[in-house]
């Protein structure tokens, strides 16, 4: 009941919406001749600057997860020397 105005304004604008059938080439032929979409070149070149600082956290996570590792599964079996056998 509270939302029953949102349901029904909801579902008049998805019945006002026309949306198109295409078949599977129509679909497959539009999925590759669309054009691509265009970034604001000033938030690539922010990117460009900051990529250091995004990738310095997973790159510490995965130093931290690598040391774990080599500590946990560090061999620890002490290997015996084999006799060395004299010739006469």
Request: charged share 20%; proline share 5%.
């Amino acid at each position: 009941a509270k939302f029953e105005a949102v349901k029904e304004s909801s579902n008049a604008l998805a019945g006002a919406i026309e949306t198109p059938v295409f078949g599977f080439w129509e679909s497959f032929g539009k999925m590759l001749l669309t054009e691509k979409p265009s970034v604001d070149g000033s938030l690539i070149q922010d990117a460009m600057v900051n990529w250091k600082t995004f990738w310095m956290f997973p790159c510490m996570m995965a130093l931290a997860v690598a040391v774990l590792f080599a500590v946990a599964f560090w061999d620890k079996v002490k290997q015996e020397d084999a006799p060395v056998e004299q010739s006469e």
